[in-house]
C-alpha cells in the first residue's frame, strides 16, 4: 500500500474523530487527545492535558514512510503515536515501534 494511500485513511479517521468530538488515549491511558483541526497536509491533535499540541503533517508522515513499514524505531510524540495506531493497520511492535500489517485488516 502507498503511503498517500494510508495519510488518505488517516485523514477520514481524523475526520470522525472530529466530526463525533471523540477522544482517544495513549498506550497508558495517561495522555487523552482530540483532533483540533486536519486538512489535506496536516493533522492538528490536541493534548487534553497540557498546552502543545502535535501536529503530524502528510511530508513528515511520507518520509518516515519506511520506519513504519519495517518497524525502526520513529522518535515521535505520544499523541502522534496514538493517533496512527487509531489506523486498523498500523500497530506496536514488541520493542514499541509502529509497524505496517500487510494483508491484515
Given at each position: 500500500m502507498r503511503p498517500q494511500d494510508v495519510?488518505?485513511?488517516l485523514l477520514e479517521i481524523a475526520k470522525l474523530y472530529y466530526d463525533d468530538d471523540k477522544v482517544f488515549y495513549?498506550?497508558?491511558k495517561r495522555g487523552v487527545y482530540k483532533i483540533k483541526s486536519f486538512s489535506k497536509d496536516k493533522i492538528v491533535i490536541k493534548k487534553l492535558r497540557?498546552?502543545?499540541?502535535?501536529i503530524l503533517t502528510k511530508k513528515r508522515f511520507i518520509e518516515n514512510w519506511d520506519r513504519i513499514v519495517y518497524g525502526v524505531?520513529?522518535?515521535?510524540?505520544?499523541a502522534v503515536k496514538s493517533f496512527l495506531k487509531?489506523?486498523?493497520?498500523?500497530r506496536e511492535n514488541e520493542d514499541g515501534s509502529l509497524i505496517f500489517h500487510v494483508g491484515e485488516a
Open positions: 495519510w488518505r485513511e495513549s498506550k497508558t497540557g498546552r502543545v499540541d502535535e524505531e520513529w522518535n515521535i510524540p505520544t487509531l489506523h486498523p493497520k498500523i
